[in-house]
């Protein structure tokens, strides 16, 4: 039974399964806040790997300045990457899954 106020794909939902992702790749726990790399854990490699789970989990792309590893330091880093890669580009009416493509 799960009663999360988050909405599914929320930003603790984000936290929660890059907190799996992040255990079942490297056999350990961590904290939302750890430095994952500053730990000297994961490689630059793995960073990678972060990026293309990112991507087809939540269907973004991360691109240009995104790729910075200052995103990918910490799961709360990640999931605000997320988060903010999943707003709609430009303020109209965005629901979920919008395209907003140009139609001609």
Known sequence: ???????????????????????????????????????????????????????????IAIRGADLRMENFRTVLGMAALVERLREPAHGGSGGPGGSGGSGA
């Open 1 to 59: 039974m799960t009663t999360s106020s988050d909405p599914i794909g929320g930003p603790g939902t984000v936290q929660t399964d890059l907190l799996g992702f992040l255990a079942k790749r490297t056999g350990k726990t961590w904290a939302t806040d750890s430095d994952v790399f500053g730990s000297g854990g994961l490689s630059s490699l793995f960073a990678m790997e972060l990026v293309v789970h990112l991507e087809r989990t939540y269907g």
